[in-house]
């Protein structure tokens, strides 16, 4: 709710009135939509991830185990700059040229290389991102920029001739910190002029890719009036997050070939094989229809493949090789030329009354986009969208945000999609307030926050239309309540030593179920003659185990053990269309389609089934028999109906659904996140007890995926919270390049973890399901830093958490 014009009171109330009518509580539910636990016959079931016995025997196949299919197979390398801003000046590329088994060398200047600009986002059309980037860049902007590249008749031999290219620079001066880089005489990153579909209040002059502002109600006369009364006290807190590696397991990796009907093919470990696949046709001018992209098992996305890092780059080698080429990235790579989460600065501004109702929120975030834009517009966004409905019936409330470029590494999106950097300031801030008014941080919480049946307008604050979400299922007060008894918030004792001091944290969190109205899953599932069945979605399993729910989803309504649904991978010249894996979107949107197609094949079972029994086909229900008549008991297998619908005398028809969907919902899961903490006051180091996360995700339809989610999340909040992050020197060059020398939590080195959830029925989710796989990651840092300062009174505002950080604190105080 962008507030350009100051509304009159009644104008606002109409604005209410308005949303209240367009998102009612009643939802118009499918029967077979909600059903008791002793009915369901595969959701909710613990069924073992389909594809986890072949990733531990090493039997999954990644996009790199295709090159065997290969035999001409080229290896690659992307020569990048090792400057931080500047310009090319030469490229002198003859040795590396002249070198025996190099097909091709790559430069700016080279015909296959586009001159287009484009965003790497991988988002829906048009995207949300400016196109300030080109394949390979005369123009530099951070240490990894890609300037050339080379195929060769292997790796090797590809990475001796990319280190025979001489590169000469002009070198201009760099900026590496978001509040220097808007200052007037900072080094300008991007001209505007030369970035297309540039987004809103961006000020390129002043290093600002995106700015944007909305606010509900007054919030300066909130504050104005906190002046003039006792009874109300304005708390300030400013709260900072630091870059973060996805850590993908397996490295971004595709291999591009033209196939036997000359058409490009590209077997590619993304998250968006779609929307690569228009992008691709967009940057490079190729019909939409000559081009496929395959995904076949990812090694893990987190968001680092929601979009394309290399794929224009392989395309382009491969045709001036002439040849498959293979594009792999290493693991230095991964960590500074690729994406991650980007650091943020966070302010919040409160006016609470004695009592502990909220009165005003304000809010303020600066993001670090990097040298380039993917995301960056969406993820600040979110930095206050994605939290601030936690508070919603909070009468004032203000959010803007600057999105700035710096000459550091591309962020991107990554698990949270800003949410985790939201979620440290205002659930950070929630126990500052609590603290100075002297009330329980829980009370706190429970007086204001959401609850079931409400309209949250604070998700739509930045949209110029009034916005208005319905909740319709809230378990949130179950979480706390299921959290506080699993941690022993009540019943804490303290150890024997002075100097040590236990205390628990906590703080709520919320996510959201998809991106409303800009989503779209479609799936198709047909009957083979046994009586088991092909699901295909264009949905990507990228580690959580979708495509074992979507089994499920699918043979909940078929009446058949998931094993006997077969989901097929995501491919663009097979599977129906679908927006990708991001957002959280997959089991709420796709399982959704999964679950119309499914319902659609049934319909044609029963027609099959009222032919042979010769009974109305509203008499039939599908059990473990087959088709059943409710009337007299009579069944018919699926796989007799296979038969007779495939080779029959009479009508022969192919059982088979297809469906799709896309909505304006976009449930919130919501959880509670609670950390048990002992910190020693003389030299700041704590020890983790525990840490306990419960989560309302509507139905589970898996309670094991749901419970690995949790676990995966909590695991990546710990790291955002106490790890060092991806750091740089002085001139902006990386100082983590591998494993070894970034902050990981080891096994050994992760504190036990519980899981708890709690079961709500979402209405407009497939069989009552919400999204799980982001928010377990956006309590962790709010947690810790408040059992820390509820343990000795010590605020750490800046992640992450170290002994170092809480020592000063202590000292200060």
Known sequence: MSKTDEPEPEEEAADVSLAEEANPVEWEEAANNQKDPDERRTVSKREEKDDARKIVTGEAKYAADYAPEFPDLAGSKIVRSDIPHGRVTDLDT??????????AVLTPDSPEVPDKRYTSAGQSYPEPSPWDMKVLREKVRFVGDPIAAVAAEDAETASKAARKINVSYEEYDAVFDTEAAMQPDAPQIHDGDDVENVQSGADYERNIEAHSEGEIGDVDAAFEEAEQRDDLTVTETEWETPYQSHCVPEPHTVIAHRDEDNRHHLIASTQVPYHTRRQLAHLFDIPIRDIRVSKPRIGAGFGSKQGMQIEPIALALSEAADRPVMVETTRREQFHAVRNRRPARVSVKSVVSDDGDIEAL???????????GPHGMTVASAVGKKPL??????PNIRFQFDAVHTNLPIAGAIRGYGAPQGHLAIEGHMDEVAHELDIDPIELRSRNAISEGDLDVASGILKEKEYGRRIRSCGLRECVAEGRAAIGWDDIEQPDADHLHRACGMALTIQSSGVPGDELGAAHIKMNEDGSFILQTGAVDIGPGADTVMAQIAAEVLGVAPEDVLVQPSDTDISPFDHGAYASSTTYVTGQAVKKAAEDAREMLFEFASRMLDEPESAFKIDEDGAVSERTGESVSLEEIGYESMYGDEVRAHVMGDASHCTEESPPPFGAQFVDVTVNEETGEFEIHDMVYAVDCGV??????????????????????TGDGITFDEDGQPEVLSFRDYDMPTTGDQPPITSRIVETHEPTGPFGAKSVAEIPVNGVSPALSNAIRRAVGARVTEMPVTAEKIKAALDEK
Do not use: C, F, K, R
Not at 362 to 372: L, P, R
Not at 700 to 717: F, R, T
């Open 700 to 721: 589970a339809l898996n309670p094991d995926l749901v419970e690995g989610q949790i676990e995966g999340a909590v695991h990546m909040g710990y790291e955002l919270a």
């Open 389 to 394: 409905p936690l508070y919603t019936h909070t």
């Open 94 to 103: 003859s040795a590396a040229e002249s070198m025996d088994g190099v097909y």
């Open 362 to 372: 304000d809010m303020a975030a600066v993001t670090n986009s990097g040298a380039y």
